[in-house]
């Protein structure tokens, strides 16, 4: 397998910026896209204050943060992944969306290009389906933040070929990533375990069984969590909790995955967590 020397990332959030800064740490040229200007320049400097904490801890030089950030290109045309062997998809976790952005990507990027997805829960399969190339269709679902945390869970959707599977694997590696592969079904592993957890946890809330400091206090301290369930849904995004609950309830067609009613009128009500100073707890 050749070097991977230049990709593309579709999306300039949280994940995006996070994905373009990990490839263009370890030396591989970005294309960072996004049609908002003030998503793309916001999403810049991210990059840019990520690294400058980096400096700050001696981590890597101000030269190492200087080149980092000139390796990541933006750009608001999506036709400027020009021939990306890697384009990794990190937009709204919407599916019709998500199925248009690789249906262009298909008519845009070289028949060699392997077409990645971000998504946190939504079917391989179902995006792949709106390409030409299913085989070169596949899950790359990074944490957040991805500069930090090493796992990416590599899925596979009912067409993806060993090869594009191999390929994601060895690159996932060369950025010093622990890939761990899974199958396409709802949530995968991580928000198959992960998302109830918080589900149950808020249903505690609501019921009354204890208030939000205690509900995370027992799991840090009684679980070894880092971080209570309660402050990991208002760093993930409420919002982001609820849609994935979603698709594991349409997915999987069980009760026991249904949205507790209080999620659905913390996100009702603009409570999304961190990104707006407010969820569970305030950020202000």
Known sequence: M???????????????????QTFASYGVDVQLVDV??????????????SLGRFVKKDKISQADADGILARVKPSNKLEDVGDAALVVEAIVERADIKR????????ITPKTS???????????????????RPD???????????????LVEVIRGQETSDETTAQ?????????KVPVEAN???????????????????????????????????MKLGM??????????????????????????????????RPCPLLRRMVAAGRLGRKVKKGFYDYA
């Open 114 to 132: 392997i077409l990645a997805t971000n998504t946190s829960s939504i079917s391989i399969t179902e995006i792949a389906a709106a390409t030409q």
């Open 100 to 107: 248009d952005v690789f249906s262009q990507l298909d008519e």
């Open 168 to 176: 994601v694997t060895a690159y996932s590696e060369a950025v010093g």
């Open 2 to 20: 050749s070097k991977l020397e230049r990709i593309a990332v579709i999306g300039a959030g949280t994940m995006g910026n996070g994905i373009a």
């Open 184 to 218: 396409d079904y709802p949530g995968f592993v991580s928000n198959r375990v992960l998302m109830p957890m918080i589900n149950e946890a808020v249903y505690c809330l609501m019921e009354g069984v204890a208030e939000k400091e205690a509900i995370d206090t027992v």
């Open 224 to 257: 070894n969590h880092p971080m209570g369930p309660l402050t990991l849904a208002d760093l993930i995004g409420l919002d982001v909790c609820l849609d994935i609950m979603n698709v594991l309830h349409d997915g999987l067609g069980d009760s026991k995955y």
């Open 136 to 150: 070169k269709v596949i899950g790359m679902h990074f944490m957040n933040p991805v500069p930090l945390m090493a």
């Open 36 to 49: 908002n200007d003030a998503a793309l320049q916001k999403g810049m400097a991210a990059i840019e204050k």
